[in-house]
């Protein structure tokens, strides 16, 4: 009985590996990485398609966020949008999904993946684009609405904190363009005003930057193309050969990596908390409710096994633009890796919270066992350790950093060089003719 036992016990420990697998989601697509920041696109995108851990089931959303990513970059805009429509169906029905119970004892890791805040936003803006580049203005108007529903939900998670990121000033300019490229300037100015405000008023940390150098221009334009009243000093600049807009994205987003913290729990005044040095994380549980002779020293060290956003360097610190004998600089948009941290650390001591309550009531659960059955309460406390594991997903094809420029057109064709700060060259052909023009191009 003692050999068979141990027998069951070590199956359960190499189960429990095999589950949980080997390494960070970051060492499982490091391949694909190194063809994107090659250049070789097809290359990246065959080995998204064939890649095993994406094909799982709980990491379809990934899969399709980051195909549709990697297709933008490969000129296949009815593709890239195939899939990013598919992704974007998925985050609706995961917002749903994760407002119900899925079980507060199941690792995040083994859930569906469920895209952050800023994610959800920078996929209207992939598809967004991808409409403008096949001249389907009518689609990047439905984007830019969806950018509107995605920022009040993002805003309503967090009740409207002003210290926590919420609404976006990006999404918000984002949608100005697309409404004044489509010459609806009354919503363009609402959005290019609603921007303005967020600038002004957000304290998150997230947006470092002070107002984009054109944001005012934009304001006193549209506000006069629409008949409005806008009290400010700047002229009006009209563009009547139409403006490309030429979005620098640079970097790579931050990855997840993982570590272990170690937690006790205490009581003290009546309430639980975890304790780890210095940090304390109350808990609105009561574990003594099914059992009033609890202890919390009956649960010992809780490991925790965490993730974390590291940041990554960039290599290109600058770039500018030259446009008949003229040069002009980017201006940052949105600093994704600061938004990536920002998140992180507004969801800190909530998520540290739901964790550790979760591997609790695992220790619960094996202590409950182990009175009834030794050896099975072994058991399940190997498998709960082998398969603990933390969740290190997110969507690592981002840039860093989006930084963008307004180029005013003369009329004909128009020869755009961009040049970076290591010297590598860029050039766009965009005949000025009245129209608004978006461009994209990236760096590592």
């Known amino acids: 009985m003692f050999t068979k036992t141990i027998k069951y016990c070590l199956y359960v420990l190499v189960l429990g590996v095999v589950l949980s697998g080997c390494g960070t989601y970051y060492h499982k697509t490091n391949r694909t990485e190194n063809a994107l920041l090659n250049g070789n696109y097809e290359k990246a995108e065959e080995l998204t398609v064939s890649n095993k851990f994406l094909s799982r089931k709980r990491n379809r959303l990934l899969y399709f966020l980051e195909l549709g990513k990697i297709q933008h970059l490969n000129g296949e805009y009815e593709a890239s949008n195939l899939s990013l429509n598919a992704a974007d169906d998925m985050m609706d029905d995961y917002r749903n999904i994760f407002e119900m119970a899925v079980g507060v004892t199941v690792n995040p890791s083994i859930q569906p993946y469920q895209a952050e805040p800023h994610e959800q936003i920078l996929v209207h803006y992939y598809k967004a684009l991808n ?42 300019m984002l949608m100005g363009m697309i409404y004044e490229a489509d010459n609806d300037f009354n919503n363009a100015f609402i959005a290019y005003r609603n921007a303005k405000k967020i600038y002004e008023e957000n304290k998150s940390g997230a947006f470092l930057t002070q107002n984009p150098y054109s944001l005012e221009d934009d304001l006193v334009r549209t506000a006069s193309y629409a008949g409005m009243n806008y009290n400010s000093s ?26 272990d913290l170690f937690f006790t729990l205490n009581k003290a005044d009546g309430k639980f908390y975890f304790q780890s040095d210095n940090i304390f994380v109350p808990v609105d549980y009561d574990f003594e409710k099914n059992d009033e002779d609890f202890k919390p020293s009956d649960i010992g060290i809780i490991r925790l096994a965490w993730s974390y956003y590291v940041q990554r360097p960039t290599r290109i610190a600058t770039a500018s633009i030259s446009h008949n004998n003229k040069k002009m600089a980017f201006n940052l948009i949105e600093d994704v890796s600061a938004i990536a941290f920002q998140v992180e650390k507004d969801n800190y001591l909530k998520n540290l919270s739901k964790h550790l309550l979760r591997l609790t009531l695992k220790k619960i659960s094996e202590l409950s066992l182990s009175e009834q059955n030794e050896y099975a309460g072994l058991a399940l406390n190997i498998a709960n350790a082998a398969t603990e594991k933390a969740d290190t997903r997110n969507w690592q094809s981002l840039p860093s950093q989006i930084h963008y420029v307004r180029v005013p057109l003369e009329k004909g064709n128009n020869e755009i060089v961009i040049t970076t700060s290591t010297g590598e060259k860029k050039v766009f052909q965009i ?14």
Request: proline letters at 4%; glycine letters at 8%; hydrophobic letters at 35%.
């Open 234 to 259: 700047r002229e009006i600049v009209r563009h009547p050969n139409g403006e490309a807009i030429i979005f620098w994205e640079n970097g790579i987003a931050p990855i997840k990596e993982q570590k």
């Open 431 to 444: 005949q000025g003719n009245g129209n608004t023009v978006f461009r994209n191009f990236v760096t590592y």
């Open 131 to 172: 409409y403008m580049q096949l001249g389907n203005i009518e689609e990047a108007i439905v984007e830019a609405r969806r950018i509107d529903l995605s920022q009040s939900k993002n805003d309503d998670l967090i009740n409207s904190k002003e210290k926590k990121y919420g609404k976006d000033p990006f999404g918000m």
